[in-house]
């Protein structure tokens, strides 16, 4: 998808992670098998990695996950796919130049992407990866994307940095709490969670937790909270080696024997609503939080297409 006006303007490509094609084991089986074939992702030995991979993964995973996505799906396709191409025409209706979608794994590919902005007269391209927080299993795998797509005859592409502090992102943010109604207290604390990433990515200097840090620490001072009042936890674990912590089930389930039986979750490092958010939080976490004793759970909505959102990328771009 390109949105397009274009005669030389600079073009942009707004990259995201990727989505199945379709809320099916064959097309999640696709999915899962570039994704999890990435070395950014997984950097095992292929020797170790390949038969877990081939022999155990692909054959288990895809019918369950294939499950999960047909809860979400919306009668435009996957909610991330549909989120961010509704930002693409929002933002191209008052740029001057070509914008495009491209998923880092499915498609439509970044190299698709970065063609439609050549084919329709593009100027400089930018690439802008919708991870607001630096990592290198993400940004840097679209880092490597575009690299590859410039050199197997593309032209140059600057691929923009992270945002995970920027004034106009937080902002946002924080917009989206007070739009789902809570404030929060230590009483009744806003858990902001993060995509995890296995521990030794970041003793191996992955600078992901710091710039998460940054993100919560710059949410909480936005929106004026009290010590206590809001929490750092990680999601999305996978795999049996240790992860990023702590964990944000194992944090909701361990709340209301503190007191605490009120509780909001957002999810940062998201941009716009995804599988991980709309059912791992909106439908497991919930449960969790519920099972333990729990009373009232908040989902905080990721910025999709709303004015927060623009806004950001205004201010970014």
């Known amino acids: 998808m390109t949105a397009t006006r274009s005669d030389g303007a600079p073009g942009l490509v707004l990259a995201q992670l990727g989505t199945p094609a379709a809320p099916t084991p064959r097309a999640v089986r696709r999915y899962l098998a570039e994704f999890l074939s990435d070395r950014r992702v997984v950097d ?11 022999g155990i993964v692909l054959r288990v995973r895809p019918r369950r996950s294939a499950a999960l996505y047909r809860r979400i799906w919306t009668g435009r396709g996957s909610p991330l796919r549909v989120h961010t191409e509704d930002l693409a025409r929002r933002l191209a209706a008052e740029r001057a130049g070509p914008v495009a979608v491209g998923m880092r794994y499915g498609g439509p590919t970044i190299a698709t992407a970065l063609d439609g902005l050549v084919a329709s007269g593009a100027g400089t391209l930018h690439v802008l990866p919708l991870f607001p927080q630096y990592s290198r299993t993400t940004t840097g795998s679209i880092e490597d994307a575009v690299a590859a797509w410039s050199a197997g005859g593309g032209r140059p592409a600057t691929v923009l940095g992270d945002f995970a502090d920027h004034p106009a992102y937080l902002a946002a943010l924080a917009g989206s ?15 902001v969670s993060f995509h995890g990433i296995p521990a030794r990515y970041a003793r191996a200097g992955d600078p992901y937790p710091e710039r998460c840090a940054a993100t919560a620490e710059g949410l909480a001072r936005t929106l004026g909270l009290e010590p206590g009042a809001w929490r750092i936890v990680y999601q999305s674990r996978f795999g049996r ?8 089930d194992a944090t ?4 209301p024997a503190e007191g605490i039986l009120e509780v909001a979750v ?5 941009f716009a609503d995804c599988l991980e958010t709309l059912d791992e939080i909106g439908r497991e976490a919930r449960h969790t939080f519920l099972a333990a004793g729990g009373g009232r759970f908040t989902r905080v909505p990721c910025l999709n297409a709303d004015d927060g959102a623009l806004a950001t990328l205004r201010a970014l771009l």
């Open 241 to 248: 080696e240790p992860w990023l912590g702590p964990a944000l």
């Open 252 to 255: 909701l389930a361990a709340l």
């Open 177 to 191: 709490v007070r739009a789902a109604g809570v404030m929060p207290t230590p009483k009744a604390p806003l858990l």
């Open 266 to 270: 957002i999810s940062p490092s998201f």
């Open 44 to 54: 095992l030995p292929r020797w170790r990695w390949w038969p877990v991979l081939h």
